[in-house]
């Protein structure tokens, strides 16, 4: 197995070194010493030492107990978020209690760092979309409700509306929820109908607050008037439902699904700065695409000609510049579109 070059930060106590680490042509360690935590503090005081070569088969590290704890607490609350559409289904009745406890839930386990962004998109598959859907959604509208300052109260209702957001979806035929590939245009007004059969079941419940049963209703709805089912307007759009929704672009984006890969936050970047002042609200885009891009320095991309690359600096304006530097020390400057030229993304 070919050995990896790793960033001085990404090396972890246990590796073993490929090569010897070399400093000013003087060997500093050898070769196939194991990578200890005071190597890793005396290699960072060395601003030459950038990178540093390991045995590829030590980096398979067991996860984190954080990343362990996140993959548990998401993996247990799809299972809860499928019960509860299964028993919508069978009943027609939402179990509101077991919603509201895995909404508490969700909220103070998922919700720790604004990182678990990028942590779901490595748990999502394609099987049973709705049900991972729901839940990132959840957890989307919780750190996008974090971002915008809400209290604890508003920050439960929003988790609430993005659990909630697609309940509808139990009401549809299996054979159109699951489908894999394109719906006809029958079967697509069948499901555009989850906003209003999701809408009816809640609307008489009392203690969900109206804008969670708005959310419901109005997920689709573009400010622009083009969404559904009403072609509701700006202003007649819920904020709760417009945080919905970008929480809801966002995830479909970055989601696995039957009939689309996974893409970069990268695509989401340039779909929200595109769509943010026609379809989806800049007061909720804004914030959001600050912190995205905020989240992204430090993360790693393989450039066009094979070399791995550390986000330095992304600009906040749209088409801002972003600055790489190169495992070799290289600093370069591309476009925020040149993402596409990157022949991998490193989470
Ligand atoms: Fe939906």
């Known amino acids: 197995m070919a050995d990896k ?4 930060d990404e090396l972890q106590p246990g590796m073993r070194l490929a090569a010897p680490i070399m400093l000013r042509g003087v060997v500093l360690v050898n070769e196939k010493s194991i990578v200890t935590k005071k190597m890793i503090e ?3 005081m060395h601003a030459e030492i950038l990178t540093v070569l390991v045995e590829a088969e030590i980096l398979k590290r067991p996860l984190s107990p954080w990343e362990r704890a996140v993959r548990q607490t998401y993996e247990e609350t799809v299972d809860k978020i499928k019960n509860v559409f299964t028993a919508t289904r069978e009943t027609k009745q939402v ?3 077991d919603i509201v406890e895995l909404t508490s839930y969700t909220v103070s386990n998922l919700l720790t760092q604004d990182f678990v962004l990028h942590s779901l998109k490595n748990l ?3 099987d049973e979309y709705t049900y991972h859907h729901s839940v990132n959604v959840g957890v989307l509208c919780g750190v996008l409700g974090k971002w915008l300052k809400y209290d604890d109260d508003m920050l ?3 988790v609430l509306s993005g659990v909630l957001h697609d309940i509808g979806k139990s009401q549809i035929p299996l054979e159109v929820l699951n489908k894999p590939g394109k719906l006809t245009a029958d079967e697509m007004a069948i499901m ?3 906003t209003v059969y999701g809408y009816d079941m809640i609307k008489d419940i009392y203690s969900i607050p109206n804008m969670v049963k708005a959310a419901a209703l109005q997920h689709h709805e573009k400010i622009d008037g083009t969404g559904y089912p009403f072609g509701s307007r700006e202003s007649e759009i819920g904020d709760f439902a417009k945080i919905v929704a ?3 672009t966002y995830d479909a984006v970055t989601s696995n699904r039957v009939y689309q890969k996974a893409r ?3 695509s989401v970047i340039e779909i929200f700065e595109e769509e943010m002042f026609i379809r989806l609200d800049s007061k909720i885009c804004l914030p959001m695409l600050a912190k995205i891009k905020n989240t992204l320095i430090g993360r790693q991309v393989i450039t066009d000609d094979g070399r791995r690359a550390k986000i330095i600096f992304i600009g906040q304006q749209a088409n801002d510049d972003m600055i790489l530097q190169t495992e070799d020390g290289e600093f370069i400057s591309l476009g925020m579109k040149d993402y596409k030229y990157f022949k991998d993304y490193l989470a």
């Open 264 to 266: 970069s936050p990268f």
């Open 192 to 194: 555009r109908m989850h």
């Open 156 to 158: 439960f209702s929003l």
């Open 5 to 8: 070059r790793l960033w001085v």
């Open 42 to 44: 005396q290699l960072k």
């Open 124 to 126: 999502n598959s394609h």
């Open 95 to 97: 179990p509101m209690n």
């Open 246 to 248: 970008v929480a809801d």
